[in-house]
Nanobody
Framework: QVQLQESGPGLVKPSQTLSLTCTVS??????????WSWIRQPPGKGPEWMGA???????YYSPSLNSRTSISRNTSKNQFTLQLRSVTPEDTAVYYC??????????????????WGQGTQVTVSS
């Protein structure tokens, strides 16, 4: 069974870079036709798809966050990482990583066949 676990600081200061890591077990991040996504949910709002990296290392980003977001991977550790630059309090959210299929990897909501991490709260505050 695939399991995902997010890790990173729970508090980030405005203007800094938020960095989160998703550690995957029970499956390889280089497995074919699999997409590894980041999704966030701000308090009181719906979930927002942020971006993804696929099994070959190609990255995809939400147009609204493209200029501030980078997703990378470490295949030796079976991890993928999100960096969000120049954060503001509006970036406060629960951040999730997920394993998804081609059909649904840009969706903001849970989709058939997804595996999601439990989520990690990130607060942007001075």
């Amino acid at each position: 069974q695939v399991q995902l676990q997010e890790s990173g600081p729970g508090l980030v200061k405005p203007s800094q870079t938020l960095s989160l890591t998703c550690t995957v077990s029970g499956g390889s991040i280089t497995s074919g036709s699999v997409y590894w996504s980041w999704i966030r949910q701000p308090p009181g709002k719906g979930p927002e798809w942020m971006g993804a990296i696929d099994y070959s290392g190609i990255t995809y980003y939400s147009p609204s966050l493209n200029s501030r977001t980078s997703i990378s991977r470490n295949t030796s550790k079976n991890q993928f990482t999100l960096q969000l630059r120049s954060v503001t309090p509006e970036d406060t959210a629960v951040y999730y990583c997920a394993r998804r299929s081609l059909s649904y990897f840009r969706s903001s909501r849970k989709s058939p066949g997804d595996y999601w991490g439990q989520g990690t709260q990130v607060t942007v505050s001075s």
